[in-house]
């Protein structure tokens, strides 16, 4: 392949946290940040402590900028808890982890955005002053919150997700109607060669950036390449509840699946090589190969063969 030319594709790509970051990041390994821009879900944002918390958001910026924790998939490297520990003493809320480093970015964050700016420029302040060049792009500027239906009743996403650990089985999820995207990620959409589905959860982290208009309409009509990363691989996610989800909606758990849940608007599909020969859809080009990213050079070598594949398939 013709790697100088790989370069100089324009790559969109729509990431929740972990599985979304970790995409992202193998695409910033290897193209310059002008041409990279992550579209990013908050339906799981919400305000805590006074604060706004963005989870996927903030998961996206500090694995670009090489900050996060690798064994939670959330917050900050070398965190402390202090702050925590003395709310705590205090009789506040403990049940969603702040720590001290990542409380900074919460503090400033609400501090811009209670004198008036917009998510997507609070968003683009903390990247610059954490070294970011990539755009990482809130999908709206409004709030467009997630809603979890349970048995035990209709849930906040925050509150599913972490206060009761995903384990209330899911009936179904609620998404806001009347969200609109930023004309940033307009923009970013129009401008691309290739939109890639990153392996995040379809019901919890995709669904709710397509769901905000136009964004759905806009990669269906757009004449550029749709590629789809599977998050489940082997009958499993490799992180948090999609595997579940799936079962719990009456799906199978399996690559095919997942690439059904997004139907026609994806031209291309990767999904792992153990799962090889599972995806009889003669409409989808389909890639198969090892998608555990496990280190940042599983990222980029995964991101490579996005590129690679997708200009294959350009070229065509
Ligand atoms: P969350 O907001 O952190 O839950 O983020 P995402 O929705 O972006 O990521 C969760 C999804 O990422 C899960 O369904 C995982 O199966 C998937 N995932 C995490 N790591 C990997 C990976 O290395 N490879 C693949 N293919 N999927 C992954
Ligand atoms: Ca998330």
Same mark, same amino acid.
């Given at each position: &392949?013709?790697?100088?030319?790989?370069?100089?594709?324009?790559?969109?790509?729509?990431?929740?946290?972990?599985?979304? @970051?970790?995409?992202?990041?193998?695409?910033?390994?290897?193209?310059?940040?002008?041409?990279?821009?992550?579209?990013?879900?908050?339906?799981?944002?919400?305000?805590?402590?006074?604060?706004?918390?963005?989870?996927?958001?903030?998961?996206?910026? +500090?694995? =670009?900028?090489?900050?996060?924790?690798?064994?939670?998939?959330?917050?900050?490297?070398?965190?402390?808890?202090? $702050?925590?520990?003395?709310?705590?003493? !205090?009789?506040?809320? $403990?049940?969603?982890?702040?720590?001290?480093?990542?409380?900074?970015?919460?503090?400033?964050?609400?501090?811009?955005?209670?004198?008036?700016?917009?998510?997507?420029?609070?968003?683009?302040?903390?990247?610059?002053?954490?070294?970011?060049?990539?755009?990482?792009?809130?999908?709206?500027?409004?709030?467009?919150?997630?809603?979890?239906?349970?048995?035990?009743?209709?849930?906040?996403?925050? $509150?599913?997700?972490?206060?009761?650990?995903?384990?209330?089985?899911?009936?179904?999820? +609620?998404?806001?109607?009347?969200?609109?995207?930023?004309?940033?990620?307009?923009?970013?959409?129009?401008? @691309?060669? !290739?939109?890639?589905?990153?392996?995040?959860?379809?019901?919890?982290?995709?669904?709710?950036?397509?769901?905000?208009?136009?964004?759905?309409?806009?990669?269906?009509?757009?004449?550029?390449?749709?590629?789809?990363? #599977?998050?489940?691989?082997?009958?499993?996610?490799?992180?948090?509840?999609?595997?579940?989800?799936?079962?719990? !909606?009456?799906? /199978?758990?399996?690559?095919?699946?997942?690439?059904?849940? +997004?139907? /026609?608007?994806?031209?291309?599909?990767?999904?792992? /090589?153990?799962?090889?020969?599972?995806?009889?859809?003669?409409? =989808?080009?389909?890639?198969?190969?090892?998608?555990? &990213?496990?280190?940042?050079?599983?990222?980029?070598? =995964?991101?490579?063969?996005?590129?690679?594949? #997708?200009?294959?398939?350009?070229?065509?």
């Amino acid at each position: &392949m013709n790697h100088a030319f790989i370069s100089q594709l324009k790559v969109v790509v729509l990431a929740g946290g972990v599985g979304g @970051a970790k995409l992202a990041d193998g695409f910033a390994q290897l193209l310059p940040a002008a041409n990279l821009a992550v579209i990013v879900n908050t339906g799981d944002d919400f305000q805590h402590l006074g604060l706004t918390i963005c989870p996927d958001l903030d998961t996206v910026i +500090y694995t =670009l900028a090489g900050l996060a924790n690798p064994e939670t998939g959330w917050g900050r490297a070398g965190e402390s808890w202090r $702050t925590m520990a003395e709310v705590g003493r !205090l009789a506040g809320p $403990t049940w969603f982890r702040l720590g001290d480093l990542d409380l900074a970015t919460h503090l400033v964050r609400s501090h811009l955005l209670a004198a008036g700016a917009t998510l997507t420029e609070a968003t683009h302040h903390l990247c610059r002053h954490l070294g970011l060049a990539a755009a990482v792009l809130p999908m709206s500027n409004q709030p467009a919150p997630t809603l979890v239906e349970t048995g035990e009743g209709v849930l906040s996403f925050q $509150t599913w997700f972490v206060e009761r650990q995903w384990q209330p089985a899911v009936q179904g999820i +609620y998404l806001p109607e009347d969200v609109r995207a930023t004309p940033q990620v307009l923009w970013a959409l129009e401008k @691309a060669d !290739l939109i890639a589905i990153a392996p995040s959860n379809p019901f919890v982290s995709i669904n709710p950036i397509l769901n905000v208009y136009p964004i759905r309409a806009m990669i269906t009509d757009l004449p550029q390449l749709v590629i789809a990363v #599977s998050p489940i691989i082997g009958g499993k996610a490799v992180k948090g509840p999609a595997a579940k989800m799936m079962a719990e !909606l009456g799906m /199978e758990v399996t690559p095919a699946a997942v690439a059904n849940v +997004y139907g /026609e608007l994806i031209d291309a599909f990767v999904y792992d /090589e153990q799962d090889a020969g599972s995806l009889d859809n003669p409409e =989808l080009a389909t890639l198969t190969t090892n998608i555990l &990213m496990q280190s940042p050079a599983d990222r980029r070598r =995964l991101a490579a063969q996005i590129l690679d594949f #997708s200009m294959e398939l350009i070229d065509q």
